[in-house]
């Protein structure tokens, strides 16, 4: 891989019907070069059909799309300086991981020889050096699926796109996989959308998350901006899991905010609200339980489970039931427990919506 190849790559305006279903609205959207962006959100939210958008294999409705600068909107699939690593990674089977991937070079012109050791190189960058006379069916599915990368890869294209590249994998190779790839894009600095319904994967891996809902945009940003500073409830609980609690921002100090649960004060950053009735996000590990009878917010503990390294609860409190992760797991405290319910500084952000 070249870097001086990354492209950028734009969306304008595009939209997408297929008949009189509408599965992209309006959407705008720009990736820098050697930059990883993940496209992420619930099934049938568009990332797919986004995604074939860039490679060719569908045409916007409308809108333009960029890659490296130049027009693509209208351009075939195999004019387009993309490659695409697919959900089922589609290795031919017949051939071992060497031809696999020498595969694409030789039908773009190179000579055998040329196209070997380049396929070689290949192997080499995504950790399978002397693999490569195993057939696919001699390798695990993590192995597998660097080949299908490293056979994307030695196209060189201006753009990688990876339409969840580790749906096949167990957990624990997931990480692992998601991890090389990502290591591999940050050493070439190749340009790369990556496409998830995982958000752990999303957090791991991104330069900037775009969250997607019914065809649009509902948030974009660093995996940091959207945990700590999501813009709806919907991205507080899509982006690690949230309790949505009602409040009352009471009073707006330079970009401060003081904010009110019953009789509980609480000191967050402001984020451009204003006075009056707003919503809090409150991860569940920034809640803290004490045993009390009465209490400036309380609440009555209704479940709790201990899971080894901490306690889950669910409280009932006058702001909803709020589910809580507590690391002290030497007292737990029985269902049925009156509990004085605290704030911790980190995880609390209000909702601007
Ligand atoms: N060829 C098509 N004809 C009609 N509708 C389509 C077509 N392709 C996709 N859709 C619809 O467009 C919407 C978006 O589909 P898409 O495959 O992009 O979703 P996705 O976000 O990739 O979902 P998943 O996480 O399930 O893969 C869905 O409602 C889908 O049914
Ligand atoms: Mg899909």
Redesign the pocket.
């Known amino acids: 891989m070249n870097p001086a190849q990354a492209g950028s790559v734009v969306f304008q305006n595009v939209r997408k019907t ?2 009189a ?1 509408t ?1 992209i609205h309006d959407l705008s959207l720009t990736v820098e070069p050697g930059t990883l962006v993940t496209l992420l ?10 995604l074939r958008m860039l490679a060719g294999l569908e045409h916007p409705s409308s809108g333009r799309i960029l890659i490296g600068g130049k027009d693509v909107t209208m351009l075939p699939a195999n004019e387009r300086d993309v490659s695409m690593v697919f959900q089922s990674y589609a290795l031919f089977p017949h051939m071992n991981s060497l031809d696999n991937v020498a595969y694409g070079l030789e039908s773009s012109g190179l000579s055998k020889k040329e196209a070997r050791q380049k396929a070689e190189h290949g192997l080499e960058l995504v950790g399978l050096a002397g693999m490569g006379r195993r057939l696919p069916a001699e390798l695990s599915g993590g192995q597998q699926q660097r080949v299908a990368v490293a056979r994307a890869l030695v196209l060189e294209p201006q753009v990688l796109l990876l339409d ?1 590249p580790l749906s096949n994998l167990d957990a624990r190779l997931r990480r692992r996989v998601r991890t090389e790839i990502r290591e591999l894009q940050q050493r070439l600095q190749f340009t790369a959308v990556y ?1 998830t ?1 995982d958000q752990d994967e999303a957090l791991a891996v991104s330069d900037k998350i775009v969250v ?1 809902k019914d ?1 649009g945009i509902a948030q974009e940003g660093s995996p940091r901006d959207l945990y700590e500073a999501p813009a709806s409830s919907f991205i507080a609980d899509f982006i690690g899991e949230a309790n949505v609690v009602p409040c009352e921002i009471i009073d707006i100090s330079g970009t401060q905010a003081t904010v009110g649960i019953e009789g509980l004060r609480h000191v967050v950053p402001a984020r451009g609200a204003r006075p009056g009735r707003g919503k809090l996000a409150v991860r569940p590990n920034a809640i803290t339980v004490e045993p009390a009878e009465n209490a400036a917010f309380s609440g009555r503990i209704r479940h709790a489970a201990y899971l080894g390294d901490h306690i889950e609860y669910e409280a009932e409190t006058s702001g909803g039931t709020l589910y809580i992760v507590d690391p002290s797991v030497d007292r737990p405290l029985p269902p049925g427990t009156q509990v004085a319910i605290g704030l911790k500084n980190r995880g609390i952000a209000i909702i601007a919506e």
């Open positions: 297929f008949g279903f599965a959100g619930p099934s049938g939210c568009g990332k797919t059909t986004t969840e496409v319904h997607m065809g």
